[in-house]
């Protein structure tokens, strides 16, 4: 059975130290500890705190663009479903960085500017995503064109505040339904006759 590589080992150590201690709790002694390192080894890797979480982070944007790579070739509902379930497996293997969001961004102000940029990308990728439902008469016409980019704004906003929100209210943040189900109710409204037809054909479909 092969090996991960060192780096890869360390990347994977902080992200379960991450998620159980939280990001400001955690010390490189912890994850060199989790990874079975020295800690002269991993800061070999890793120099400081700061080089390993952007490594976490950078690591999380690629797989988050690699979906969306594949959700934007062709975004009907079923892809849109798709891109939701993936959202939320994401969420629960970097549960550290939905949670503590805003503190990973006020020790790390490189990481801030990347995301902020990242997080810009993201709400294009769903604007023109709803604009092809829109223009195969999936969803109806907005009154006006910064409609459809207030709406893929709201599904990131609500799709990364989600488990930060749940831990905040004491709810339960590992249960997929009331995830999809917050997500899709913001398209519902925009939904035609047709829309509302595949969207209860694509619910049939996945819990029938």
Not at 2 to 7: A, C, R, V
Not at 20 to 46: C, K, W
Not at 160 to 170: K, S
Request: hydrophobic content about 45%; aromatic content about 12%; overall charge neutral.
């Amino acid at each position: 059975m092969s090996q991960l590589p060192t780096k890869q080992k360390i990347l994977q150590a902080a992200i379960r130290c991450f998620n159980r201690g939280g990001i400001a709790n955690v010390r490189l002694q912890h994850i060199a500890d989790e990874a079975g390192l020295s800690l002269g080894n991993m800061t070999y890797h890793y120099r400081n705190k700061e080089t390993l979480v952007k490594a976490v982070w950078e690591q999380l944007v690629q797989m988050q663009e690699q979906l969306l790579a594949e959700f934007r070739v062709l975004p009907l509902f079923q892809d849109i479903e798709r891109l939701i379930t993936h959202l939320f497996k994401l969420q629960q293997e970097y549960r550290f960085f939905y949670v503590d969001t805003l503190e990973v961004m006020r020790a790390f102000p490189l990481i801030q500017a990347a995301q902020q940029q990242h997080i810009s990308w993201q709400i294009r990728q769903m604007e023109m995503a709803l604009q092809f439902n829109q223009s195969r008469g999936a969803l109806r016409q907005a009154g006006s064109v910064p409609e459809l980019h207030l709406l893929a704004r709201q599904f990131w906003m609500t799709a990364d505040l989600w488990m930060y929100r749940q831990q905040t209210e004491g709810a339960p943040d590992t249960a997929y339904e009331p995830f999809r189900q917050m997500l899709w109710a913001l398209f519902v409204p925009w939904f035609t006759d047709m829309g509302t037809r595949e969207f209860e054909q694509l619910y049939l479909e996945n819990f029938s």
